[in-house]
Nanobody, 115 residues
Framework: QVQLVESGGGLVQAGGSLRLSCAAS????????MGWYRQAPGNQRELVAR???????NYADSVKGRFTISRDNAKNTVYLQMNSLKPEDTAVYYC?????????WGQGTQVTVSS
């Protein structure tokens, strides 16, 4: 059974930092690309960052230069370091992976950035 468990969300002032973690189980983690998505109220879920099995990364334009995605295959964990946070970064952040037709999501972690 695949499980993705996010942690690290919270309330932070604008300009602050948070680090999200996503612990994966039930998969051969090193074989899976991993991603972080977010969804703000009234908005569609959007891709924030993605990291391939080889460590290649890509980012949404809105977070480039502020967020960093990384992975630790020994710990089956993917991270999202978020710096210089803005109020518009407020959302529920979800961890994601997929394999063929199968799409897996975590339960989400709330990030709230106050102005």
């Amino acid at each position: 059974q695949v499980q993705l468990v996010e942690s690290g969300g919270g309330l932070v002032q604008a300009g602050g930092s948070l680090r999200l973690s996503c612990a994966a189980s039930g998969i051969a983690f090193k074989l899976y690309a991993m991603g972080w998505y977010r969804q703000a109220p009234g908005n569609q879920r959007e891709l924030v960052a993605r990291i391939s099995t080889r460590g290649t990364t890509n980012y949404a334009d809105s977070v480039k230069g502020r967020f960093t995605i990384s992975r630790d295959n020994a710990k089956n964990t993917v991270y999202l370091q978020m710096n210089s946070l803005k109020p518009e970064d407020t959302a529920v952040y979800y961890c994601n992976t997929n394999w063929g037709d199968y799409d897996y999501w975590g339960q989400g972690t709330q990030v709230t950035v106050s102005s």
